[in-house]
Each structure stands twice: as structure tokens, then as C-alpha cells.
């Protein structure tokens, strides 16, 4: 189905585009060493051949991104929490647009004209069945859903994530309490971006016994698990839930595990090995397994993230690394793990290349390595974020945000017990 482009118009359009397509306003990407004391020597750290390397760039993200286009990188996953226009005075600058402009309604063209041509950009760099998610709340959303529609196109449109994000509300508001915010979800090309993927099935044991099926025989080994009462149950047939299996020999139960191997025959589905590995008996006498975890489906991903952690949990985070509120509003790993867990791997086994161009506190580096270790999917990031001042007094040791995100991405990546290879570098001004 072919939708018709509906086209956001506002003031300055036409010359944000054209920035997207001139050449990057700076003199390319040179090594860079952070302030922390934790990332002395880290630009030298080994490439290791199993292990991915991530890299954290600082320079302004137009500027970056359009490197990495003349580079020909390619991302099977972006994400971005950009700025969201709110005005409120925050670590990072939170406001597009002069006083006189936003009275006008000018804040919101001033936003767009700086996320316009980055958004641009970002769907060259991604992959053709790559996926990008951006966070958002309602004072943007609606301005940015339609302009990434007209630059993605709508049936590229996979969903509108809803999460939630405290868990109390706030009593300030004027008139109705804010708890939710969005992860707008795009496709580069839906026809071809695999299915994303939800939450794995609460299956946890399945039946081992077909009727269908031919009879074979198995055996029982000693030590195999008995949820049944302890005793002797004699040989002979045996029906439960109107599945019939004959024990050739009489088996003894006692706390909980078979004595002696015992042969048996039924119409069993799956091999001897599986069932040793993961069968066991019933409280009624019946025979059933586990479900092994390579063997857990997924769910059809949803657009319900109320029960995602939360910003509390961010901050948490971050305390437990900077040991203060250096950060406002930083994004929890959980919810960047939850978003990297709903795109499969990609073909031919290679590693998920990532992408953030609003890096603030760096988290999705983090949520990356957390999802990695949970998944055993290979994943290299590539986080981008300006040398703006931190506006927070409790940021005042560290001379801009990229130095607090390259800070927290070593420090706590340490914190978590991993050792992943990180490339710090920095875009320099052109001669």
C-alpha cells in the first residue's frame, strides 16, 4: 500500500535540508584522551579479534554523522534522545529559539531545524534493514512523528512505543500529570527489516509424549528428576492426560530422584540425549521437560513499555558511579537493553553495528554491553555527543558532556565486570 506524503512546512526548511548534503565543517576525526584519569591510555587499547570495538566521538553530531557517511559506515541499529524542546533549565540545553521566537511559535521550527538534516543523514547510514528508535515526549512528538514520516515514509512506520517513565506522578502540572513519553520506532525499509521481536514465551515445560507417534523405547536413568511421591511404582502401563507409557522395569522414587535406570516405551517425541538432558516425572506420574533457554520463542514486539524501568532507575545508575546527580533525565539501561533486545541479529552472523548521536550520559553503550552478555550477540557502538558545557553545578569537574560520557561509559562498564575496547576520538576544526 502506497501512502501519500504529508509534507510538515515551517520556516527554514529549505536551508536545514541543504546542511545535510554540504561537506563536514571540520577537519576530520583525530584520537582524543578524556580528563578522567580512568582513560589514561585507553586510545591504545588492543583490538582484540573476537571482541568489538566501540568508539566514542566527540564533535558536533552533524559534523559526525556526515564523516561517517564519507567513510561509508553502516548501523543496523540507531538510537537518539534528542533534546526535547522543553525549556527547562537542564544539565544540556533543552531550548530551541530566542525568547521573541518562541513566543511566536518559532521554538518548535528552531528544534526542527536542528534535528532535520541529522535525521537526514541517519537514514543513509543506516542499513537497509536497519531500525531506528528515538525518545521523545508530547511537546515534540507530534512535529517529530511527522517529519520522520516524510523523510522515512510512513509504511516505514513500525510503531510508537509508550513508556513510562517515573513512577509516581508529579503534582506540579498545571493541569494534568506528565508519566509518559515515546520511542518512536522507524524501519529504513520494512519489506525487508526482519520482524522485531517482543518478550520470550512463559513456556517453561512441554509434554514429551505424542499419540501420533510411533512407539520407541527410552530409558530412565538413576538420578532422574521425580516431582512425584517417594515409593516403588510397579512396572506396566501407565495414562496421564490420555498419553499411555509402559515401564518395562518397576521404579523406586526417593527424595525426589529415580534410584535405579528403568527402561520404558512410549510415543515419545523427542530423543534419548533430550530427555536424559531435560525430562522429568510428574506429581501425578506423568512425563514432561523443560524448555531450554536457545529453545524460548519470542513474542510479537509491543508498544507497551509501562512496565520498563524508569528514570529513577537511571539516576540510580548514575549515583552509583558518580556518586551524585550529575545528569538530568539520563535514560535507564533497561530500557535501551529492552529496545536492542527487539531487533534479531543480523544475517550472516556479523556484529550489530549501533549507533547514538545523542550520547549524553552514554548509556546505550552500556545497555549494549548488558544486552550482549544476556544475548551473546556480538555489538559494536559508535556514540557521538558535542563539547557543550554541562550546565550542572554538580557536573562542574568535568569541562563539558562528552567528558561525562566517556567518564561514565569507562567507569562503569569497569562497575559491571566488562573489559571492551574503546576508541575516544574527536572531530577538529578545519585550518
Given at each position: 500500500m502506497k501512502f501519500q506524503v504529508l509534507e510538515l512546512v515551517w520556516s527554514g526548511k529549505s536551508d536545514s535540508a541543504l546542511r545535510a548534503h554540504?561537506?563536514?565543517?571540520?577537519?576530520?576525526?583525530?584520537?582524543?584522551?578524556?580528563?578522567?584519569?580512568?582513560l589514561s591510555g585507553a586510545i591504545s587499547t588492543p583490538l582484540l579479534p573476537d571482541l568489538p570495538s566501540h568508539r566514542?566521538?566527540?564533535?558536533?553530531?552533524l559534523d559526525v554523522l556526515k564523516t561517517l557517511r564519507v567513510a561509508g559506515d553502516s548501523f543496523d541499529v540507531i538510537y537518539i534522545d534528542p533534546p526535547y524542546n522543553t525549556g527547562s533549565p537542564l544539565t544540556y540545553n533543552d531550548k530551541k529559539g530566542s525568547g521573541r521566537e518562541a513566543r511566536a511559535g518559532g521554538a518548535s521550527a528552531a528544534?526542527?531545524?536542528?534535528?532535520?538534516?541529522?535525521?537526514?543523514?541517519?537514514?543513509?547510514?543506516?542499513?537497509?534493514?536497519?531500525?531506528?528508535?528515538?525518545?521523545?515526549?508530547?511537546?515534540?512528538?507530534?512535529?517529530?512523528?511527522?517529519?520522520?514520516?516524510e523523510i522515512f515514509g510512513?509504511?516505514?512506520?513500525?510503531?510508537?512505543?509508550?513508556?513510562?517513565?517515573?513512577?509516581?506522578p508529579s503534582f506540579l502540572d498545571s493541569h494534568m500529570s506528565s508519566v509518559l513519553e515515546y520511542v518512536v520506532v522507524f524501519a529504513k525499509n520494512s519489506s525487508v527489516c526482519p520482524r522485531l521481536l517482543g518478550r520470550p514465551t512463559e513456556e517453561s515445560t512441554r509434554p514429551v509424549l505424542n499419540a501420533s507417534n510411533k512407539i520407541v523405547g527410552r530409558i530412565i536413568p538413576a538420578g532422574f528428576p521425580?516431582?512425584?511421591?517417594?515409593?516403588?511404582?510397579?512396572?506396566?502401563?501407565?495414562?496421564?492426560?490420555?498419553?499411555?507409557?509402559?515401564?518395562?522395569?518397576?521404579?523406586?522414587?526417593a527424595q525426589g530422584k529415580v534410584e535405579h535406570s528403568v527402561r520404558i516405551s512410549g510415543p515419545f517425541r523427542i530423543q534419548q540425549e533430550l530427555w536424559e538432558k531435560t525430562g522429568f516425572i510428574t506429581r501425578n506420574f506423568g512425563l514432561r521437560r523443560r524448555v531450554l533457554a536457545e529453545e524460548q520463542k519470542r513474542r510479537h514486539a509491543e508498544d507497551d513499555g509501562t512496565g520498563w524501568p524508569t528514570n529513577e532507575d537511571a539516576q540510580d545508575e548514575l549515583l552509583s558511579v558518580f556518586g551524585e546527580r550529575i545528569f538530568d533525565f539520563p535514560k535507564p539501561v533497561g530500557l535501551l537493553s529492552q529496545l536492542l533486545s527487539m531487533v534479531p541479529p543480523p544475517r550472516g552472523g556479523r556484529t550489530q553495528r549501533c549507533?547514538?548521536?545523542?550520547?549524553?550520559?552514554?548509556?546505550?553503550?552500556?545497555?549494549?554491553?548488558?544486552?550482549?552478555?544476556?544475548?551473546?550477540?556480538?555489538?559494536?557502538?559508535?556514540?557521538?555527543?558535542?563539547?557543550?558545557?554541562?550546565?550542572?553545578?554538580?557536573?562542574?569537574?568535568?569541562?563539558?558532556?562528552?567528558?561525562?560520557?566517556?567518564?561514565?561509559?569507562?567507569?562503569d562498564s569497569r562497575h559491571r565486570g566488562f573489559s571492551p575496547s574503546f576508541y575516544f576520538l574527536q572531530s577538529v576544526h578545519k585550518e
Open positions: 554540504v561537506p563536514p565543517d571540520h577537519g576530520g576525526l583525530v584520537p582524543w584522551l578524556p580528563q578522567s584519569p580512568l566514542i566521538i566527540a564533535g558536533d553530531n528544534w526542527l531545524n536542528d534535528i532535520y538534516p541529522r535525521l537526514l543523514v541517519a537514514r543513509e547510514l543506516l542499513d537497509e534493514a536497519g531500525v531506528i528508535f528515538v525518545s521523545i515526549d508530547d511537546n515534540e512528538a507530534c512535529h517529530l512523528l511527522t517529519v520522520m514520516r510512513h509504511e516505514n512506520h513500525l510503531g510508537t512505543i509508550k513508556w513510562r517513565r517515573k513512577r509516581k521425580a516431582h512425584c511421591p517417594d515409593g516403588e511404582y510397579p512396572a506396566g502401563e501407565f495414562t496421564n492426560r490420555s498419553l499411555t507409557f509402559r515401564l518395562h522395569d518397576p521404579l523406586k522414587v549507533l547514538d548521536f545523542y550520547a549524553g550520559s552514554g548509556s546505550f553503550l552500556i545497555a549494549a554491553l548488558e544486552q550482549s552478555r544476556a544475548d551473546g550477540l556480538a555489538r559494536s557502538v559508535d556514540l557521538v555527543q558535542s563539547r557543550e558545557k554541562a550546565r550542572s553545578a554538580s557536573a562542574h569537574q568535568f569541562s563539558d558532556i562528552a567528558e561525562i560520557c566517556a567518564h561514565r561509559v569507562m567507569a
